[in-house]
């Protein structure tokens, strides 16, 4: 039994590309077998939380250079990405320890946008998403927001469409070098905005009223 002491988090910051090398039927989802890449593996146990294209899944079993997790019906409807032998932005869990390299990450992706166009701009590379609307309210300029499970910073928002620069590094080292027009990418809106809106509910919801 696992007993954790604090939520589960992720910075946004890519450890490894992995791959999906097997998918195997569940009586509800699948169980995705996932080389790990360059992951280090040397400290994961059962239990541990990865974080795979954004999305946080338990390990169920481990080698040194792989592992698996099991991914409900509702999860593979909801996010992208993990239904084929795709490649994978991983990182574990952070750790209290850890450097916050990116901005705090919870690994529940709010929804699925669609890139709108991709395509280099001098050395780096302009992506525009077009959010699903009821996210579109949490996404500010320059403000955070994890596509992919990649943390990355907004420069434009119209509506539901934003977009951000991509510097060669972050192109280099994740899975968004794949992106094409109508590519499904898995978001996460920062956290903070989802407190800021609770808090604000609280002044015209009576049940709130203390």
């Known amino acids: ?11 946004g910051i890519v450890a490894a590309v992995g791959k999906i090398t097997e998918l195997q039927a569940l009586a509800e989802g699948k169980r995705l077998t996932i080389a790990a890449g360059g992951l280090d593996m040397s400290d994961v146990a059962l239990g541990d939380s990865i974080a795979c294209n954004g999305v946080c899944l338990t390990v169920v079993e481990f080698g040194p250079d792989h592992f698996k997790v099991d991914v409900s019906r509702e999860s593979l409807d909801c996010t ?5 032998p795709n490649e994978l932005n991983l990182e574990k869990a952070l750790r209290l320890a850890d ?3 990116g901005h705090l990450v919870t690994g529940h992706v709010d929804g699925v946008g669609e890139v709108v166009r991709f395509e280099p701009v001098g050395e780096s590379h302009e992506l525009l998403i077009r959010a699903p609307a009821p996210l579109a309210r949490y996404i500010a300029r320059k403000g955070s927001i994890a596509v992919n499970g990649v943390s990355l910073t907004t420069n434009r928002v119209d509506g539901p469409d934003f977009s951000i ?14 992106l094409r027009p109508g590519s499904r990418v898995n978001l996460e809106v920062d956290v903070i905005a989802r407190y800021v809106e609770r808090m604000q509910s609280a002044d015209t919801d009576p049940r709130l009223k203390v």
């Open 1 to 11: 039994m696992v007993i954790r002491s604090f939520p589960i988090m992720f910075t």
């Open 80 to 84: 992208a990405g993990l239904d084929g």
């Open 99 to 101: 450097r916050l390299g």
């Open 165 to 178: 620069n991509l510097i060669p590094h972050t192109v280099e080292v994740t899975t968004l070098r794949h």
